[in-house]
């Protein structure tokens, strides 16, 4: 039986060059801004399929203890992340950290694995938007068959 293909990864391209979210991080936090967005990366990596769910306080306090930070400033700066799309918003609002770019940056390991690269995680537990859920034009009942009375003419 061949081992399971892993969903992780021991390194990631660190590059010399920050954009706009470094900046901003850096400005607002200082070093700590800085030190929590790689250590946030390196989290992603060793994490399997490169998501975190940070719903239960256990999660949260290891994120917590990892950047050496306490939990609202890490909270506060991934709400900063997701509004400047560094993570992924929508997901970010069930408390689970995804970053696209992360994983493009990754995906050359995946293809020497010769395996599919992660996508973005779906959730079956996600709550529907008021707009996917059935209205009032969605019939209740669905009809296989239909008996019709027939009339016989003497």
Same mark, same amino acid.
């Given at each position: 039986?061949?081992?399971?293909?892993?969903?992780?990864?021991?390194?990631?391209?660190?590059?010399?060059?920050?954009?706009?979210?470094?900046?901003?991080?850096?400005?607002?936090?200082?070093?700590?801004?800085?030190?929590?967005?790689?250590?946030?990366?390196?989290?992603?990596?060793?994490?399997?399929?490169?998501?975190?769910?940070?719903? =239960?306080?256990?999660?949260?306090?290891?994120?917590?203890?990892?950047?050496?930070?306490?939990?609202?400033?890490?909270?506060?700066?991934?709400?900063?992340?997701?509004?400047?799309?560094?993570?992924?918003?929508?997901?970010?609002?069930?408390?689970?950290?995804?970053?696209?770019?992360?994983?493009?940056?990754?995906?050359?390991?995946?293809?020497?694995?010769?395996?599919?690269?992660?996508?973005?995680?779906?959730?079956?537990?996600?709550?529907?938007?008021?707009?996917?859920?059935?209205?009032?034009?969605?019939?209740?009942?669905?009809? =296989?068959?239909?008996?019709?009375?027939?009339?016989?003419?003497?």
């Amino acid at each position: 039986m061949a081992r399971p293909k892993r969903k992780t990864v021991d390194y990631f391209p660190h590059f010399c060059e920050h954009k706009k979210t470094m900046f901003i991080l850096e400005n607002k936090y200082g070093n700590n801004g800085y030190a929590f967005w790689f250590k946030l990366l390196e989290m992603l990596g060793i994490s399997d399929n490169h998501y975190l769910r940070l719903r =239960n306080p256990e999660e949260q306090e290891f994120l917590a203890a990892k950047t050496n930070l306490d939990w609202y400033t890490c909270s506060e700066i991934l709400d900063l992340l997701a509004r400047l799309g560094s993570i992924d918003e929508e997901l970010w609002q069930e408390k689970i950290v995804w970053c696209q770019k992360f994983v493009d940056n990754i995906a050359d390991v995946y293809k020497k694995r010769q395996t599919e690269t992660p996508g973005k995680p779906e959730f079956p537990e996600r709550k529907l938007d008021q707009a996917e859920v059935s209205g009032a034009e969605t019939p209740q009942s669905k009809v =296989n068959k239909s008996k019709v009375n027939k009339s016989k003419v003497n």
